[in-house]
Each structure stands twice: as structure tokens, then as C-alpha cells.
């Protein structure tokens, strides 16, 4: 399995451009999963540098609904020209926003059901966790059972024309099932990614984590939660953490750490044999 960073917030290479948003192509073998398509379309010029085929896609999974994990799905849709399936939650299509200095900005995602509908997209909607293919599985809602990952108070969602805060149920992450224990794949684990580890180990029934890889969402968290996160880390002892988007600067230095060597971060145009 390979896997490739096709937006991120960071880029090392001149002929590749970042973003702030996440995408990262899985090549399965005979079978390539998306997971997310970044912010823009500039995924597809990403992907074209190097030298990914989007057209070999056999369906997106999309981790929640925010504009830097959709808004390059429109352009997908056009790049592949046919009919693809996304994996999706019934909520991520709600109008969602966040407090941005004194008004609150739209960070949903950019296009209607319908739109995208139209360019291809055959939605599949679940909240429940299901695999998507063979040992590959998407979570649904994930439980919150650690208190001390909690989502932003900044994030909203509207409801009958009302601004409420967002807790993000349509939050899922990606749970590989590989020979060498769990590799769980998140867009930004609003859910807290350590609620995220435990739910996909629980839902592959298996105690060892091989890898974490995507946003971990610690950009804004509190001293208190930040160690409570490295603390928890270092009890599942992951082979790998590929860290980046909304992990923050702070969070990933300290991961890093820790980690040393098993830690490295998700440039633009990174390749993942695994």
C-alpha cells in the first residue's frame, strides 16, 4: 500500500504548492481510495505533477464537512468524468461556520449536494461505521469518551436559522486493518484523536496501532489536553505518526519530540510505503 500526500499545509518542492487543507491518495493495489480533497482544485494540478491518475479513483471517503477537506471535490468530479462513489455522514452538509474576528465565516462545504451531483458524485451517507472495502473501514460518528477532547467553541453549525455551536458528528476517520497492526487516517479528528485511536482499534478489534496519519487538531488545545494527548500517545506506542494541517506547531514539535524518528510530517508530494 502507498500512500501520497496530495494537499497539506507545508511543501518542500518547487514543482508542488500547499494549502491550507488535506488530501492524501491510497493506492490499495488494484483498488485508490481519496481521503479528502484539500481546499481548491489545485489538487488536481498536485496530483498531475505527480504523476497520480485520479481517473483510477474508486471512491472518496470525505472526513467531515469543511471546506479544506471539500473544496477541491468539484474539481475531482471533473478531472474523473464519471460517476464516483463518496463516502460520506448525513450531517456533513450542514451550513457550517466559525467566529472569524467580529462575524462568522462560512467554512462548509462550497458546493450543494446537487451541484456535485449533477459532475458525477453518487453519494453513499452512514453514520455508522462500514467497510468500505476489504479491511478498510470508515468509522461513522466516533464516541467522545475522553472529556478532555473537546471541539472548539469557535465552530458553529446552523440550525432554524440559529448559529449553535458544531460538536462535528459528521467526524469520521479511515481504519486499515494491515498485517502490521491499525493505521488509522484522519482529516482533522474533531472527535480528538484519541478518541479516534480507540474506537478504530475497538472497530477492528485489535490493541496494536501501526500508524496515525493526518490532522490531529491541537493547534488551539490547552496545556492540560496537550499533555493528556502525549500521555495517551505514548501508552499506544505507534510505529509511525505522520502529522500536519491542523496538528498545530506547538503539538507537533513536542509529537516529534517524543517520538523522534517515528514522527515525520505531511509535506506536500510524500510517499508512504506501508
Not at 464537512?65 to 450542514?94: K, M, Q, S
Not at 469518551?145 to 460538536?167: G, H
Request: with cysteine.
Amino acid at each position: 500500500m502507498e500512500i501520497t500526500v496530495l494537499i497539506n499545509n507545508c511543501v518542500h518542492r518547487p514543482d508542488l504548492k500547499a494549502e491550507h487543507g488535506l488530501s492524501l491518495w491510497l493506492d490499495l493495489g488494484s483498488d485508490c481510495i481519496l481521503f479528502d480533497t484539500g481546499a481548491s482544485g489545485l489538487i488536481v494540478r498536485n496530483a498531475r505533477a505527480l504523476d497520480i491518475d485520479l481517473k483510477r479513483i474508486k471512491g472518496i471517503a470525505l472526513s467531515h464537512g469543511h471546506y479544506d477537506h471539500t473544496g477541491g471535490l468539484l474539481e475531482v468530479l471533473r478531472e474523473i468524468d464519471r460517476p464516483v462513489p463518496i463516502w460520506i455522514h448525513p450531517a456533513a452538509f450542514e451550513k457550517k461556520g466559525a467566529i472569524w474576528g467580529k462575524g462568522i465565516r462560512d467554512i462548509g462545504i462550497p458546493f450543494s449536494k446537487e451541484e456535485l451531483e449533477r459532475n458525477g458524485a453518487m453519494f453513499s451517507f452512514s453514520s455508522k461505521p462500514r467497510e468500505i472495502m476489504p479491511r478498510v473501514w470508515l468509522t461513522g460518528e466516533i464516541p467522545r469518551r475522553e472529556t478532555f477532547e473537546d471541539v472548539e467553541a469557535i465552530l458553529l453549525r446552523k440550525v432554524n436559522n440559529d448559529w449553535e455551536k458544531d460538536q462535528i458528528l459528521d467526524d469520521q476517520a479511515l481504519i486499515i486493518d494491515s498485517p502490521k497492526g491499525a493505521i488509522i487516517i484522519t482529516g482533522c479528528a474533531h472527535a480528538g484523536i484519541i478518541n479516534t485511536i480507540k474506537y478504530g482499534l475497538e472497530l477492528i478489534d485489535t490493541k496494536r496501532l501501526y500508524a496515525a496519519i493526518g490532522g490531529f487538531h491541537l493547534w488551539h488545545a490547552s496545556s492540560q489536553r496537550l499533555e493528556r494527548t502525549l500521555d495517551a500517545l505514548r501508552e499506544y506506542d505507534p510505529r509511525l505518526l505522520v502529522i500536519g494541517h491542523c496538528t498545530g506547531m506547538e503539538a507537533s514539535a513536542r509529537i516529534k519530540g517524543i517520538f523522534e524518528n517515528r514522527c515525520i510530517f505531511l509535506d506536500v508530494g510524500l510517499k508512504l510505503e506501508i
